[in-house]
């Protein structure tokens, strides 16, 4: 994450199976990061480092990632493993 910017923006996995997300910092800065699931996941990532949280299997869907409040990207469950 640079800026605020995620790379990718989209990631895709497969319906209820867990995903590890991780978030890093690339700009120095720390952010709040919030994956909105059923159960939001939210991330405290500090500058220059990262955090990770490990989401148990979802339904099929896409689920928004939010970095300082604004959504960056997202998670596509029910495709095809990949960003």
């Given at each position: 994450m640079n800026g605020g910017q995620l790379s990718?923006?989209?990631?895709t996995a497969?319906?209820?199976l867990a995903v590890?997300?991780?978030v890093s910092s690339g700009d120095g800065k720390s952010h709040q990061?919030?994956?909105?699931?059923?159960?939001?996941?939210?991330?405290?990532v500090p500058?220059?480092?990262k955090a990770s949280v490990?989401?148990?299997g979802l339904r099929a869907?896409?689920?928004a990632l939010k970095v300082d409040g604004s959504t960056r990207g997202?998670?596509?469950i029910g495709g095809e493993p990949g960003p």
């Amino acid at each position: 994450m640079n800026g605020g910017q995620l790379s990718p923006r989209l990631v895709t996995a497969p319906a209820f199976l867990a995903v590890q997300l991780t978030v890093s910092s690339g700009d120095g800065k720390s952010h709040q990061v919030v994956l909105e699931t059923p159960a939001p996941r939210t991330l405290s990532v500090p500058a220059s480092g990262k955090a990770s949280v490990l989401v148990p299997g979802l339904r099929a869907g896409e689920y928004a990632l939010k970095v300082d409040g604004s959504t960056r990207g997202g998670l596509m469950i029910g495709g095809e493993p990949g960003p």
